[in-house]
């Protein structure tokens, strides 16, 4: 039973597997950003640019998250990742714990959410009032919880 129960954990692997593939599709959709941009870059708006460069700054922020949680989850709750010495190993592989994966992730979030809030704001003439102070309190509920995360696992830390 608990060899069973243990082996269970392979289960999550073809999540992580799919995980690579929103990486992917992440991936195709950057490139399809960029280049719907080129065609236009000498007449596209300053304003314009700069809502399309942070929508590429995201789209590289979910890809870091992404990354970070296959790579530090499939070691923690799978397997080790067995790769040779001469490979381009991460240097924070096998050494990211749950707790700092789990902080990582809250502070990605909340760079994603600032880099979005950044976004609307430079697009506020498009959104309406109501719109925009959803957007600042979802983005403060964001900041909070990530801050009362870190505040817990300090508190509950046993060094």
Known sequence: MERMIYGSRWVLAPIYVGLSLALLALGVKFFQEVLTVLPQLFT?????????????????LVGGLIVMVMLSSYETFVSRLNLAEEDDKLPWLGRMDYTSLKNKVASSIVAISSIHLLKVFMNTPNIGEGHLMWYVIIHLTFVLSAFAMGILDRLTRHD
């Open 44 to 60: 596209i708006k300053e304003t314009d640019l700069v809502l399309l460069v942070l929508t590429l700054i995201d789209l590289a």
